[in-house]
């Protein structure tokens, strides 16, 4: 992984990270919150590749 992405990986962790800290400090159901953070996380880290193969295979 290049050091570019290294970056932007770990500015996804931080943001929902603190987005999750947020939500609990409102009260917010732990369960969902967890649920939650760990949905968006994948969705971020799979965008990238994602795309990244959709292209390749219109390309093809």
Known sequence: MSANATKEVEAARAAELERALRLLRRGANP????EALSQRLTNKL???PTR???GATEAA
Do not use: Q
């Open 46 to 48: 799979m965008h990238r």
């Open 52 to 54: 990244a193969l959709n």
């Open 31 to 34: 369960s969902e919150v967890i």
